[in-house]
């Protein structure tokens, strides 16, 4: 009896996986140096250390390639427990301004740390943007004790990443002029400074909220009905509420840290994978998220670098071409919806 | 312990604290189905939000089979009770399907993959509203008596011993309200579901309930059968309108009586009267009425509409005194209706009056 849907949920995961490995080879492979297949795979598989490309290969390709696709997938994870805190297919890491949060902490570390020249791991990044994105989480929850109104709450969230991008500037402005080019690049949102050790680092975050998203899924899909009907099947929607909150940070805010600001993935690929799904069961749209994402956003970073080489677009700039119609199709289709009286 | 499936020991339910109604003392056996009526604002849905643990009750409890309800964990409860609310269902590719097996809640696992027992009971409860051929079409696309049945498979989903539904019937057409109610009723006697549920419309209430409560004010003022509660003596003063503005004979309510002197005699009787009744009430004109028996299918309207009524015991000649009365009206009035009531050997008096308003040449030739 389920025999379409299932079709349609083994044709979408198929494509998907197909499409990131992929896009994976071709990242590795395309670039100011082109990399043969054949090379390529004899690098890969055979361990070729010692050809000609293999440095390029290790040391600049398939960390950015990794980390593009880790972070796509984590931002468009965290987006998708945004949208199912929020039951608001509009929100994302952004509008509750846990990204601007997190990018306020880091940028205030990457100053300190600059003007002192001291060495700046991955996981102290992490940590920055983590703090950073609870604090701004505090703000929203200390706002949501008065507030019971959620669309007053995204309200909330957005004045507090107003807050944080106005002191983000007052920081900016202020730092002496070597820091800013360091800082300029960041703020702007790029893959092009991966290492190994940010890929490792994303990588364990990553797995560990896609575990921990694992056990989300079943809460979730109760929590869709609504606050009542959830409260009515027996499960602790206060405890619920706040692991949402804290994974979804914990994502953004790993996110931020390694690549900056990087628009539109959070809100506009859960949206897609709704679309192509066409469910609302977390079981199928948690795992489709994460490999969307990281599709999407690989996709994105191959094209900012190669489509202007030797010149390189700043993620965003790819990221809100493709996800800004989304955005505007979804307002759009929602308006038309709220006219009919649906 | 006792022979009630539920009850409530003093129980008081509020918000912040504050008690709003006191000393609720609700007893139902298995199968049963109690209603809450009373005007808007009177706590019928904080009740009920009590009843199902949405909100902390201030201090009593409530016993299901004889165990605490506050005291049981939360999935235990949610293995009894089963809600149809009025919140919204939202959810852009959520299927009538996927509604109705998050009933399932609380017996799958920890992963929440159905089991093909699961399977089974989703679809027997989708079967039992006859919502099976909705299964795969998207809720948000169902009209409103779809979705309430999807809501209620939900419920039976749940596989609950008993069903909590806060007005039910709200945005339900005629139709719709009917298959709804019997489909309680249905369920209520042959699985021996308890029901207790809101409602506005109090013929349904009337129809469709074993107990019904009143609540206004601080606490349920009435309690009992239908027969106990629909009395204009209890109904009246529960939604504060004015004494028999409600009837118990057609079970609704008229609306203000016009003001001013009386310069229209009705002759009515036998159900014909009632829509002219009306019709004078939207005019503005007051009316006399008459002479109807107290039995008659126009009396309820006319005590509520006209000015005054020439009533006579059923089952007896017209007494000769009010006959005089209803004459002296009919010849202080402009115009005289006759609505085209049957005049046989009962009703002798109402041909007297007749004859009386040609003579006087008031009768209208149109009745209104």
């Known amino acids: 009896m389920h025999d379409h849907a299932d079709n349609r949920t083994v044709l979408v995961f198929a494509l998907l996986s197909f499409g990131l490995i992929g896009l994976l080879l071709f990242g590795t492979a395309v670039g100011s140096v082109r990399i043969r297949p054949e090379a390529l795979l004899s690098i890969l598989l055979q361990g070729g250390e010692n050809a000609p490309e293999a440095a390029i290969l290790f040391r600049l390709r398939l960390p950015r390639v990794l980390l593009a696709a880790l972070l796509g997938g984590a931002l468009s994870l965290s987006g998708c427990l945004m949208q199912a805190y929020f039951r608001n297919p509009i929100a994302g890491p952004f509008v509750l301004g846990i990204s601007s949060g997190a990018k306020l902490t880091v940028a205030l570390t990457m100053i300190t740390a600059l003007s002192r020249t001291w060495y700046l791991s991955s996981w102290s990044l992490v940590l920055a943007a983590f703090a950073g994105a609870l604090i701004s989480m505090g703000f929203v929850l200390l706002a949501a004790r008065s507030i019971r109104n959620m669309s007053m709450l995204l309200v909330a969230g957005i004045m507090i990443s107003y807050i944080c991008s106005a002191v983000t500037e007052f920081l900016v402005t202020f730092a002496e002029d070597s820091d800013i080019a360091n800082l300029h690049s960041w703020s702007q949102g790029s893959f092009s400074g991966a290492n190994w050790s940010d890929v490792v680092v994303s990588a364990l975050i990553v797995g560990a909220a896609m575990i921990a998203s694992v056990f989300l899924a079943k809460p979730m899909g109760a929590w869709l009905l609504g606050e009542s009907y959830a409260k009515s099947v027996g499960f602790n929607v206060r405890d619920f509420r706040l692991t949402l909150i804290l994974l979804a940070s914990l994502l953004a805010g790993c996110c931020t840290a390694f690549a900056g600001p990087v628009s539109f993935v959070g809100i506009a690929v859960p949206n897609l994978a709704r679309l192509l799904l066409k469910t609302e069961r977390p079981q199928l749209l948690l795992p489709a998220c994460v490999l969307l994402g990281a599709v999407f956003c690989l996709g994105c970073d191959i094209i900012a670098r190669c489509a202007f080489a030797p010149l390189e677009l700043s993620i965003s700039t790819v990221t809100a071409l493709f996800g800004a119609p989304v955005v505007i199709a979804l307002l759009i289709r929602r308006s038309k919806k709220r006219q009919m009286g649906g | ?368």
Request: include cysteine; hydrophobic fraction near 45%; proline fraction near 5%.
């Open chain 2, 1 to 368: 312990m006792s022979e009630y499936f539920f009850r409530t020991d003093a129980l008081s339910v509020g918000y912040h604290g504050v008690p709003l109604i006191r000393d609720i003392a609700l007893s139902l056996k298995r199968g049963e189905i109690l209603t809450l009526i009373g005007p808007n604002g009177a706590g019928k849905s904080t009740i009920l939000k009590s009843l199902t643990r949405h909100l902390a009750a201030i201090c009593g409890d409530v016993r299901i089979a004889g165990d605490s309800l506050f005291k049981m964990p939360a999935d235990a409860a949610a293995r009894i009770i089963s809600v149809v609310l009025t919140e919204r269902v939202r959810g852009e590719y959520l299927s009538a399907w996927d509604v109705a097996a998050s009933g399932r809640y609380p017996y799958t696992g920890r992963f929440g993959t159905l089991s093909g027992e699961d399977r089974r009971i989703v679809s027997a409860a989708l079967a039992e509203v006859d919502a099976s051929a909705l299964a795969f079409h998207r809720f948000e696309t169902l009209s409103d008596g779809q979705r309430q049945r999807v809501l209620l498979a939900r419920a039976l989903a749940q596989e609950p011993e008993l069903i909590v539904l806060d007005e039910p019937t709200s945005y339900l057409d005629l139709r719709y309200q009917t298959e709804l109610l019997a489909l309680l009723q249905r369920l209520a006697h042959e699985k021996q579901i308890t029901v207790i549920l809101s409602l506005h419309e109090l013929d349904l209430a009337r129809k469709l309930s074993d107990k019904v409560a009143c609540v206004s004010g601080d606490r349920i003022r009435h309690i009992g059968t239908p027969d106990q509660i629909f009395r204009p003596e209890i109904i009246c003063p529960l939604y504060e309108l004015p004494p028999n503005a409600w009837s118990p004979f057609n079970g609704s309510v008229e609306l203000p009586q016009p003001d001013g002197t009386p310069e229209t005699f009705v002759i009515a009787g036998c159900g014909t009267g009632t829509d002219t009744f009306r019709a004078l009430q939207r005019a503005g004109r007051p009316f006399y009425a008459g002479i109807l028996f107290t039995n008659d299918l126009d009396f309820p309207a006319a005590q509520s509409l006209a000015a005054r009524v020439f009533a006579a015991e059923p089952f007896r000649p017209i007494d000769a005194a009010v006959t005089a009365e209803a004459l002296a009206a009919l010849r202080s009035c402009q115009s005289v209706l006759y609505t085209g009531v049957p005049i046989a050997e009962g009703n002798q008096a109402l041909k007297a009056l007749l004859d009386e308003a040609r003579r006087c040449g008031t009768l209208q030739d149109n009745v209104i």
